[in-house]
């Protein structure tokens, strides 16, 4: 009878370590050939399985040769936005666009057109003034929002920070959830920016 029980005993043990045998063979057969595939990850450490890359959406429009939504890269500047659409027609005034601006999902970015000669349409009084336009928050640098009436640096860091942690502005009354603007400075604000 102990004869029967040992058998049972290796039987068992030796069932339970060909199952882990196995079970690791299925693994390592798995991810055979697999290194070679794939490519990796831009700035990543080597040896870690890197997530797919996540995108942004972004709405490109106005003195750029293919207006249009573009997918890009997490990660992307304005200036890869506007290369991606095309590159700025000869009207584009660049000047105006911070092309280093980091990109956040939903973000509508606006090429502008150089005003019109002073000559052309208008007194030279009126050309500056009406070229600035509104101010972008989703674009909006530092300067662009301190310049703003009763926005100093201090709330122009503010709304900034917010875009990072929250992504873009989608209405201009989200800043009403920025700390130093209340009701009345947003209606203050109103006719100044846009999303």
Known sequence: MPDLQLSRRTLILGAVALLLALTLA?????????????????????????APPSFVVVHVVGAVHRPGLYRLPQGSRIFDAVRRAGGATPKAALALVNLAAPLADGTQIVVPARAPPAGAGGSSSEVPAGASGPVHLNTATLEDLDALPGVGPVTAQKILDYRQQHGAFSSVDELDAIPGIGPKRLEQLRDLVAP
């Open 26 to 50: 299925s693994r390592l057969l798995r991810h055979a050939g697999t290194a070679y595939e794939t490519t990796p990850p831009a700035g990543g450490a080597s040896g870690v399985a890197a």
